[in-house]
């Protein structure tokens, strides 16, 4: 899965140590991905936005610098 965003679930650890990672800004979107996150099955989420290279958990990777296949960044 490739998003622009990720769910509210994931920004606190996506934005660490950035100021306010512990208080993240929702909206309407990142509401929605939380919807999505129990409702498909899918190996891995790929997604941007916070302009970092990061491995969140298995699953989950926020991607800036770095070019990856489908499948890594775990």
């Known amino acids: 899965m490739v998003t622009h ?3 509210n679930r994931f920004l606190s650890q ?3 140590p950035d100021p ?3 208080n993240p800004q ?3 979107l990142t509401d929605f991905l939380d919807e999505l996150e129990d ?3 899918f ?6 936005h916070f ?11 926020v991607v800036f610098h770095k070019v ?4 890594e960044g775990r």
């Not at 190996?43 to 941007?48: A, K």
């Not at 302009?51 to 990777?61: A, N, S």
């Not at 990856?68 to 499948?71: N, T």
């Open 5 to 7: 965003t990720c769910a």
């Open 14 to 16: 996506t934005l660490h």
């Open 20 to 22: 306010n990672w512990m």
């Open 26 to 28: 929702t909206d309407v």
């Open 39 to 41: 409702k498909l099955q």
């Open 43 to 48: 190996r891995h989420w790929y997604y941007g």
């Open 51 to 61: 302009h970092k290279d990061r491995v969140i958990d298995d699953r989950h990777t």
């Open 68 to 71: 990856l296949r489908a499948g």
